[in-house]
């Protein structure tokens, strides 16, 4: 882990939901799926870790934000949202984010949540072992 003395660290890296289809979820809007991503982000804090979140585009600029961010400082997990993984799509984007946290964080656990509801779960399942 990066620093036993202090928070464990958390990047949250996710697809913005500007950018996101939300056909498969009837009645969610951008900003709905935007207030689920940030009580996420404080039930990782709650959890007692220091996160940050990275939201991103569906490639135009998604590897360079993500790229800032990893270099930014150490993490201890990084979290990569369903909304990254599950769009057949998305699968060489996922493919690139997954490949630039193994090249910039290789210390890091790999966590994946399966919606935007369970980051937090997601990020404590690695980190509290």
């Known amino acids: 882990m990066v620093d036993a003395g202090g928070p464990k660290a958390v990047l949250a890296i996710g697809l913005d ?30 959890f007692g870790y220091d996160v940050e979140s990275c939201l991103v585009d569906q490639g135009e600029t ?5 790229e800032a961010a990893l270099r930014s400082r150490p993490f201890d997990c990084v979290v990569i949202g369903a909304g990254l993984r599950e769009p057949p799509e998305l699968l060489l984007l ?6 630039l946290v193994h090249q910039l964080a290789p210390q890091a656990r790999l966590a994946f949540n399966s919606s935007p509801t369970d980051t937090a779960e997601a990020a404590h399942r690695w980190l509290s072992q």
Do not use: C, H, W
């Open 94 to 99: 996922f493919e690139k984010i997954v490949n």
């Open 17 to 46: 939901p500007a950018f996101a289809d939300l056909s498969a979820l009837p009645g969610f809007t951008p900003d709905m799926v935007r207030t689920y991503l940030e009580t996420q982000i404080n039930r990782v804090r709650e």
């Open 62 to 66: 998604a590897e360079t934000v993500v």
